[in-house]
C-alpha cells in the first residue's frame, strides 16, 4: 500500500470547493478504499480544525471532526526526532516549521509529500503539488 502525508492544505480542500478539491476527496476515498494510506503529523490536526472552525458553522465543524475520527487517518505526535528533522528542512528550503513537519514526517516513514501549498513545499524534492 503506497502511504502519503498530507499537508493540511490538502486537508482543507475536503470542505472547500476550489482548485484542488477534487484530487483532495479522492485521495480521501482512496484512503478508505485501502488504495493508499494516508499519515499526517499532528500539527494538521490542529490546522484542520482550525480553518473548520474558522469557515463552517459550529454544528458542521463538529460533525467533519466526527467524520475526520471515522476516516481512520493515522496521527503521528510531533517528538524529539520529527522536530529536528523539521528544523533541517527548514533551513534547508526555507519554509516555515511548521510547513517542515508534513514533508519531515514523509521522509522519515518513506511516504510521498503531498501538498496544496507550491510556496512553501513546490521546491521539494518528490513533493506532489495538487490544485494547479
Not at 44 to 58: H, I, K, S
Not at 60 to 75: C, G, H, M, N, T
Request: charged share 25%; net charge negative.
Amino acid at each position: 500500500m503506497n502511504t502519503v502525508v498530507l499537508d493540511a492544505s490538502v486537508g482543507v480542500k475536503w470542505f472547500r470547493d476550489e482548485s484542488g478539491s477534487a484530487e483532495a476527496r479522492a485521495m480521501l476515498r482512496s484512503h478508505g478504499s485501502g488504495e493508499i494510506r494516508i499519515v499526517v503529523p499532528s500539527l494538521f490536526v490542529y490546522e484542520f480544525a482550525g480553518v473548520a472552525t474558522r469557515l463552517l458553522q459550529p454544528d458542521e465543524a463538529r460533525d467533519l471532526w466526527a467524520r475526520f475520527l471515522d476516516w481512520r487517518i493515522s496521527v503521528r505526535e510531533v517528538g524529539d526526532s520529527l522536530m529536528r528533522d523539521a528544523f533541517d528542512i527548514r533551513e534547508r528550503y526555507g519554509c516555515t516549521l511548521h510547513d517542515a513537519l508534513s514533508p519531515a514526517l514523509a521522509a522519515q516513514i518513506g511516504a510521498t509529500l503531498c501538498s496544496a501549498d507550491r510556496r512553501a513545499h513546490g521546491g521539494m524534492p518528490g513533493a506532489v503539488i495538487i490544485g494547479e
